[in-house]
């Protein structure tokens, strides 16, 4: 019995432990939380333990908090550089502002060249951006604390301190491994995957008024999945000894990531009238296709419930250091489905769902072997040995990644980072000016929202989102800060244990919520106001003010000084997907064709990443409150044609890869010119969104089958699945690349054939 509440114990710390990974993968904002609380609460107790003032405590608090925020580096060396360049730039800036504080001319306009600095200095990097953002901030704090040229000193010493406490924090007490935080994000994808399993069996189970809402939690389930796979490729050359382990997980990942997406396509297919388009799993709201084909539950499907029940049991213990024979007796009925005289006697749609899980499984194994090392093969079937041969072939044929050529980089104020500078400099001088004019002691609170709006936005739209919501965080944590404020009343050690919790509520949301961040720095802002003596009303009433003059200045700077539009923002990446596409497409094709072994799984995560800036910069026009209702409709549908392209795009490099290390699947030399119209489609529509072309249209045609000229004769067991596999993905490609055609008004080549194109 002890052994049972002992097991039970573990399995509900597994489970929460899977949701915590699954909601936070690699733990990053947990980290972030624990560093900046820890920093704080440890350089708060090394000043008290040595005297220090409310002025000093204060400063060093709020620079520990600077500190760690700043570091952006994703290597320890790197980080401790930047951190120990960070200590002279803070006490330098700290100083000059004091010696400038009495002279109010030279202080504005040194605080103006200073924000320039600060911004022009992203161009060097994520190390110039750290120093930049310790310059400005430190300086700002000086300003908050009323820095003098007698208490530097004192404040010196607290700025070391709180360095020195953030180093002891980072390195020492919530350190984080390249290594440590790939297994971290590992085990997320694991939870993520379980996750899209389970939403895809309540899929299948969903009737009536629940099929729109379970298929809403597949395409999310598809989408965090995909964040997650990006997360652990663009940081598995840290995290792996050398550059074949990571290019092997980085194969293992995109596997499961398509095989499992694949899976609920293929079920939303099976249960509806028709084929369903792969613009439903990425379409925000679009409703599920007409249910129609699903049988009365019989055998077959209480198989299939049963075997996706199996499919999320084997993700769950793909962990390392799990295993046993019942999971083994789940993997090896599952890889049987590979296998055609295997497959249930039901429907082809059916059937097409049971191979997926099949492949989905073998890609759960290898990519446990990728990171775990070889496995226990003792209950191995046939099927199952198969399947690891077919992984032992892929990973030999695995070679080192060639570095890409760095993409040549604009000019002058062409540059973004001179851009923003100019436009952030002279938004802090209005700042600057309006700000005076309201509070000769408050203004810098005009410049400090003037500053922040513009970090990591890049055109017009962005900018006045983020000024939106940092205004509306500002005015909600006022109210907040009121009620603070009121029960902390004097004491002191109290407002810095809520300080605290307010600190870490800010480091976790801040990558989740930009106005959750400013709600709880507004909230921590009253309660150094309460700490410092100079808390009132008029005091929060003047933060608002303030915060709403600094992003009205920084809209205006946006507006009319060197302005990117949305429009031009948005054109100039989807020029860049629509080419990252075209590269995938052409070499995956090239491939499949009998062509050179090339890197397609380096270009399909480009790709990816093209269109993940993409969708970052069309959130202005998505935004629910705007009101070009149009726009922002065209927009989504935009995105979601895109990221099916994508979906279809990787699955063809995911195809292509199989290739080199399988013998048995031979190369059709057909579909390269079968797919020579998709890519002049794309190239056409590239033109048109570049405005290099506007007569040019797309081109529609006969299906891609009857351009191989049939599947049958000796075609078919010469080429065998692998052809029909690869026409489907570039049948669904071709459609969505026709679709993008009415949106981005892209007329047709010939009108007669309209209708194929608008379908």
Known sequence: MCGGVKAAGRSVRTRLGDRLAASDPGMLRM????????SLALTLAVLAVTGAGVTQLVAGAMTAAVANFAIREKRRGAQAVTLALGLPVAMVSVSLAAVLSERTTADDLFFVVLIFCAMYARRFGDRGTGLGLIGFQVYFVSLFIGASVDGLPGIWAALAVAFGC????????????PAGLLLRLREAFRARLAQLVTAQL??????????????????AGTARLHETALMIQSRLERGTPDASSARLVQRRIAEAEVSAERLGLLLLTARSAERADTLTLHLPGAPAPEAGRMPPPDEATAALRRD?????????????????????????RLLSYRDEENLPACSPALQDVFRAIGETSRAVMGLRIALDGPQDESDDTPSTARSR?????????????????????????RRPTTRAAVQVAVGSSLAIAGGELLSSQGWHWAVLTCWLVFINTESTGEILVKSYRRLLGTVLGVVAGIVLAGLVGGHTWTAFALMLVLIF????TAPLSYTLMSFFVTAMVGLLYTLLHTYSWEVLVLRVAETALGAACGVFAAFLVLPVRTDRRTNELLGA????????????????????AVDLLDRARELDEALGELRAATKPLTHPVTPLRGRRDTARYVVALLETCAYQARSLAATAELLPAHPSIAADPRLRGAAARTVRNIATIAARVAGEDATAGIETGPSFASLLGGSGGDGASRYGRITGRVLRHLERLDEAVVGLARPLDVPLASDGRKATAER
Do not use: C, W
């Open 31 to 38: 980290t972030a939380g624990l560093r900046m609380v820890g």
């Open 166 to 177: 953030s180093a002891v924090l980072r390195f020492a007490v919530v350190p984080v491994t």
């Open 202 to 219: 309540a899929l299948l189970d969903a009737d009536g008024d629940g099929v729109d809402e379970a298929l809403a939690d597949v395409r």
């Open 308 to 332: 996706l029940l199996s499919l999320r049991t084997q993700v769950l213990h793909a962990g390392p250091g799990v295993g046993g024979t019942s999971i083994a007796h789940v993997r090896n």
């Open 389 to 413: 041969e077919e992984l032992d072939a892929e990973d030999a044929a695995i070679e080192a990644v060639e570095e890409n050529e760095p993409a040549e980089e604009a000019k002058g104020l």
């Open 505 to 508: 509520a800010m480091a976790y």
């Open 577 to 596: 997907v629509l080419e990252r596409l075209t590269e995938v497409t052409e070499a995956a094709v090239d491939q499949l064709s009998g062509g050179p």
